[in-house]
């Protein structure tokens, strides 16, 4: 077999790099390991940058998205007792789309078996040969039998426990890594949500985070330690503590019921330099993770393929390498801002087991310069919706 750009991962980002480069006439095979229910079937989060949904309606797949949706012109940040909204829309006339991540995967899935797009599911045993030579090619196993693809570029899109990373040999790559001491414990509840917008909850017991799906989904998180495991938590034991992190006024609205899913998640930030090697590109959490407090993990793989999509659209429609050239470096450099932006919104808003009573008062007076001042309100808004591509 050939193709022009062997996709491996069929997460968000390869389908949506799939997806856009089809329309331009690239052909793309993506090679995903698991089958398309078990994808559907992860829980992740649901905040879209408008750069996102652009993306999509490029790709011609936002039509369900544009009718569902909802969008949030700011969010509520709570310290205890006390609340104050920051309103995206009043402070810089843009907003955030909710739509779950689910639901983008699935509009990309059926998009792409629309186009008759070469999926090919349950591979194993991918191996990527050649990218650092002009004829790479990839080898995979599905149904035991061994099958090659030739192709003239590879576009690691198969997340962090993914086979692309670790193509690159370590003499080449310099990885940067942070782990956070605690995680987040998540509950979907079929119940409407506390708030019309989220709510980030900081208190002396820890984050909390209000979040949705839709009017009658929602989606709750609590600061939970790493040695926790979900079913340390009953619902009416995770729920109670949910009313003691958020302020009274919300906790008395508060509408709870059985958890639908219930998992926790470890919070880590993390970048590998470069993203390309030779005619191998990384994308997604294939090269970078955030810890979820931004909601930046699917908004920056998404940053990622913009960049590739324009630089192999560029090449293979005006000869014209520069945008792959650069994208390293363009992918990078945003890359560092989300991870930036989401480490402080992580810092500002949890405990951290060593804190000093001073180091309790920088976190106070952190919050209160945010809720006082307009410039620091700016540069969270900015941040939040999104940084330009
Ligand atoms: N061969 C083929 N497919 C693989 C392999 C492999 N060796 N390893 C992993 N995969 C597949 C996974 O099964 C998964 O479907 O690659 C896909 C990677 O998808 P994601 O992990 O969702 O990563 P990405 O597409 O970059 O999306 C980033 O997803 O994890 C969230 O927070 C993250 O929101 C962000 C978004
Ligand atoms: C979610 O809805 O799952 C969500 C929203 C915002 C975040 C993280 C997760 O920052």
Redesign the pocket.
Known sequence: MRTQVCI???????LLLSQLLHRKGIDTIV????TKD??LG?I??GILETGFVDLMREAGVAERLDKECYVHDGTVISYGDEQFGISFKDLIDKTVVVYG?TEVTRDLYEAREAMDGQIVYN?ES?TIHGADSDAPYVT?AVDGTEQRIECDFVAG???????SRQTIPLSVRKEYEKIYPFGWLGILSETPPVHDELIYASSDRGFALCSMRNENLSRYYIQCALSDSPDDWTDAAFWEELKRRIPSEMAEKLVTGPSIEKSIAPLRSFVTEPMRWGRLFL????AH?VP?TGAK??NT?ASDIHYLYHGMVQHYLDGDSEGLDRYSEKALARVWKAERFSWWMTSLLHRYPEQSPFDLKMQRAEIDFLCSNHAAQVAMAENYVGLPY
Not at 157 to 162: N, Y
């Open positions: 491996i991962g069929g997460g968000p980002s390869g090679l995903e390991r698991k078990y994808v992860r992740r989060a991540q591979v991918v995979y899109c198969d997340g962090f426990h993914g086979v994308c997604g959490d294939a993770i979820p993990g699917l793989a």
